[in-house]
């Protein structure tokens, strides 16, 4: 089934030649991953949601501690404080599972929104260049066995896209 597509897109580019249309690829992978859009998105999660990590971070070392704390001094301790410490530890533990939970939702959902928002801008860009520039197609590297470097857009389209001031 694969063969076929890679057959049936090769034979669509080569027919598109024949017929003297401009053709064109780009790595997108290389343009997200290089748009100073992407840095900038990256940029916003980290400040966004580090903090909140570190904080959660620090509460799983206390927890830690006390479960320690409690094996340590168990041996010590009455029937009714060791309950009572072991329920608590458990309240303890699940209310940092839930805040964990919540944050890799929010962090999740967050970076959705900021990427989705990256991947138009390099669409519309890519688009903005190839009509310019007067390509008939654009097609992305990732379904291409082979391109020559004469047709590969990447460069170009980067260049722009680091020139492109970051998107808040």
């Known amino acids: ?23 064109g690829v780009v790595n997108y992978g290389v343009l997200v991953q290089s748009s100073s859009q992407y840095k900038s998105a990256i940029a916003a999660l980290r ?5 909140k990590q570190q904080q959660l971070q620090a509460e799983a070392k206390k927890l830690q501690a006390s479960q320690a ?10 029937q009714d404080q060791v309950a009572q410490a072991e329920l608590d530890l458990r309240e ?8 964990s939970t919540k944050l890799q939702q929010a962090l999740g959902t967050r970076r959705n929104e900021l990427f989705s928002k990256v991947q138009k801008a390099i669409a ?13 197609l654009v097609m992305m ?11 590969d857009l990447t460069p170009a389209i980067l260049k722009i896209l680091q020139a492109a001031p970051a998107a808040k």
């Open 1 to 23: 089934m694969f063969a076929s597509a890679v057959l049936v897109t090769g034979l669509a580019v080569a027919s598109a030649q024949a017929a003297g249309l401009k053709i």
């Open 47 to 51: 400040s966004e949601f580090l903090p």
């Open 69 to 78: 704390n409690l094996q340590r001094n168990q041996a010590t301790m009455t």
């Open 92 to 99: 303890k533990v699940e209310s940092f599972r839930q805040e």
């Open 124 to 136: 519309l860009d890519v688009q903005h260049y190839a009509k310019a520039h007067g390509y008939n």
């Open 141 to 151: 590297n990732d379904g291409v066995i082979y391109a020559d470097e004469q047709i």
